[in-house]
């Protein structure tokens, strides 16, 4: 939480220019609709990131062992990885 946090303080409050001339003021961006937007992929990634840490366990024996329970590994498996590319490379982009 800290970190999205200040992630989310450095896109709405830092002025990223060089002094004398600030290039926050100068930049001709909409700086509430920024953070807003900001926000918006934060709070994302933050519901991605509690789905994928809740879901099931995939590696119990029967998991390894039975048909039924390698399906439903592979089954999960597949949902990790989709939720971990959307959180890692869709989200994190539109942060940049």
């Given amino acids: 939480r800290s970190f999205s946090y200040h992630l989310y303080l450095a896109h709405a409050l830092w002025d990223w220019g060089v002094p004398p001339s600030p290039c926050r003021e100068t930049s001709g961006v909409d700086w509430l609709e920024h953070t807003d ?8 990634i933050g519901d991605e990131l509690c789905r994928f840490l809740t ?5 119990r ?16 498996v597949n949902v990790a990885y989709r939720l971990f590319d959307m ?8 942060l940049a």
């Fill in 37 to 44: 937007q900001v926000l918006e992929q934060l709070v994302g």
């Fill in 55 to 59: 879901l099931p366990t995939f590696s």
């Fill in 61 to 76: 024996t029967r998991h390894r062992v039975l048909r039924s329970g390698r399906r439903e590994a592979a089954r999960t």
């Fill in 87 to 94: 959180i890692c490379t869709q989200r994190m982009l539109r």
